[in-house]
């Protein structure tokens, strides 16, 4: 194969471990088809991102994957077993992430745990193991008050991992972040994807963040909603975060991606 097609990767079949499955999926709200026959695999221990434009579903199809909200058709499997609700194997991050005000970011994070009955100190072991994670290592006391958005999103994330959910379920995790937190964010979460074997399943409008971070990234087209194309950045992937911006390859996706998505700009 090619650079360029290995670069872009596109349709060859997964071989690889897939732990989400999405089969035949639609969703109508009322008179309005918000999905139309959605099918996607989404292997462990890689980052899926969701892009297209808003109003295209893909916090209709996280909410699904979630339990949160039925199909009106097709099905779920996680690791082959089907979705009827919500579980403890997948973990959603909401874009607007609610902390617990009262908490501080230790509690916050731990307090999944502390749901299940895990003990104090082995909850916050692991807490704080999540903390250091994202990044926010010396903040264990801090309030949320306290706190940029930013580095509220990060809670919510610490607080993910911590439950040891096998799905992390991101719905535009950085929309609400300045541009240096959110290139630092980024880093992180790679660096997160590569040392957890977790499937990371992430939404986004930004076409230079889905390839920054993406090892998959599927291409929603609106009214109604369904997968375009789905692009594998292979090349890059490898080089240091630094260095990926810079890649010809990377550059070359981002172009790709925006003459696919142009026509749809309202
Ligand atoms: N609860 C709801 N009731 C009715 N329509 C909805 C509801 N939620 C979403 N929609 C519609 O479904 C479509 C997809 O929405 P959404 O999943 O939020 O898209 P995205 O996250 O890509 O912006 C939009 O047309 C939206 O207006
Ligand atoms: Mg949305």
């Avoid at 607007?96 to 916050?108: E, I, K, Q, S, T």
């Avoid at 940029?148 to 991101?170: E, I, K, N, W, Y």
């Avoid at 975060?241 to 070359?252: F, G, H, K, Q, V």
Wanted: charged share 25%; aromatic share 8%; hydrophobic share 40%.
């Amino acid at each position: 194969m090619s650079q360029t097609s290995d670069a872009f990767g596109k349709a060859d079949p997964i071989d690889i471990d897939s732990a989400v499955s999405v089969r035949g999926v639609s969703k109508n709200y009322g008179e309005v088809e918000a999905l139309r026959d959605l099918s996607l695999e989404f292997p462990r221990g890689q980052l899926t991102s969701l892009l297209g434009p808003s109003g295209c579903g893909k916090t209709t199809l996280l909410k699904i994957i979630a339990g949160l909200i039925p199909a009106t058709a097709g099905e779920i499997e996680i690791d082959g077993r089907k979705v009827t609700g919500p579980g403890p194997d997948r973990a959603f991050v909401f874009q607007d992430f609610a902390l617990l005000p009262w908490a501080n970011v230790l509690r916050n994070v731990s307090f999944g745990l502390e749901l299940r009955g895990v003990g104090k100190s082995e909850r916050e072991a692991v807490a704080e193991k999540y903390i250091g994670n994202v990044g926010l290592s010396g903040f264990e006391k801090a309030y949320p008050h306290e706190l940029s958005g930013g580095m509220r999103q990060r809670v919510g994330l610490a607080r993910a991992l911590s439950v040891d959910a096998q799905v992390l379920l991101l719905d535009e995790p950085f929309s609400a972040v300045d541009e240096q937190n959110r290139r630092k964010f980024q880093e992180d979460l790679l660096a997160l994807v590569r040392n957890e074997n977790k499937t990371f399943i992430f939404v986004t409008h930004s076409i230079e963040e889905a390839v920054y971070i993406s090892d998959q990234i599927a291409i929603l087209l609106p009214r109604p909603s369904r997968v375009s194309e789905i692009i594998r950045p292979t090349s890059f992937r490898g080089t240091k975060a630094d260095n990926i911006r810079r890649s010809p390859e990377y550059l070359d996706i981002v172009d790709q991606i925006w003459a696919s998505l142009r026509n749809y700009v309202e």
